[in-house]
Structures are given as C-alpha cells and as structure tokens.
C-alpha cells in the first residue's frame, strides 16, 4: 500500500516491524516489569474496525515504520483530514492487515469475535421482555 503524501511516496507494511512497533506502545507487564506482551493488535484491531480516525493514522503511520524516512504524524494525520473518501482508506488499510502474514491470524480473529459479539447483542435487543 502507498501513501502519497505532500508529493512523497511512503509504503505501509503490515509486517512484523510494524506489530513490534505497535507492542512497544500497547503491552502489560508482570508487577515488576521483567516481562512484557505486546497487545498492539489485540487492543487496537478493535478500535480499528469501530472506524476511529486516530487509529486509523497510527496503523497508518506505524505502517512506514521500514520506511528510511517516515512521514511524521501531523503529515498522516493532515493527510487523512484532507482524504475525500475516509471510508475506501479503512477498507483498504483492513484488506490490507487481512493480507499480511504478520497480521492475517490475529485481524480475521478479532473481526470474527466482534461481529459475533455484534449479533449477540442485537439478539438480546430484539428478545422481548417478560
């Protein structure tokens, strides 16, 4: 996936640079923080496909991570303030994430349980009350 961004060409990779990059931000840790497990995907995944914007240019900025010289934050963020049609952009960052071998496993999961959650949800509502 390229960004073409104030006349610059960035390539988003979905790859194992960028999950690390994301576990370095989102993680838990033991109490006395010798161990710590990246959550990046697991927290932010979901976020994600609600359509919220701000993770929608983090996945994107993080996404330049193997790039030499990375957009700065302000840049996706302007970038995507500028985009006509955000909506195509989620899709194709998700279409994206389900493609990569270092994402595909853990985004269908996650999607899978969310949309299962969704219809639990909207079984419950439609279930008339006693």
């Known amino acids: 996936m390229i960004l073409k961004i104030n006349g610059t060409d960035y ?6 640079g960028f999950v690390r990059e994301l576990d370095k931000k989102y993680y838990t840790e033991n109490k ?14 979901p976020i994600l496909l609600s359509g919220d914007l701000v993770a929608l240019s983090e996945f994107l900025f993080l996404g330049t991570c193997t790039e030499e010289n990375m957009p700065a934050q302000r840049e996706v963020d302007d970038y ?11 899709h194709e960052v998700l279409e994206e994430l389900k493609a990569s071998n270092a994402t595909r496993i853990k985004v269908g999961e996650l ?10 949800l909207k079984a419950k509502e439609e279930t008339p009350k006693k």
């Open 111 to 120: 999607e899978k349980a969310l949309k299962a959650e969704e219809e639990a």
């Open 32 to 45: 006395t923080g010798t161990v710590k497990f990246g959550l990046g995907l697991e927290t932010q995944v």
């Open 11 to 16: 390539r988003v990779k979905f790859g194992v």
């Open 80 to 90: 995507i303030d500028q985009l006509g049609d955000v909506d195509s952009l989620f």
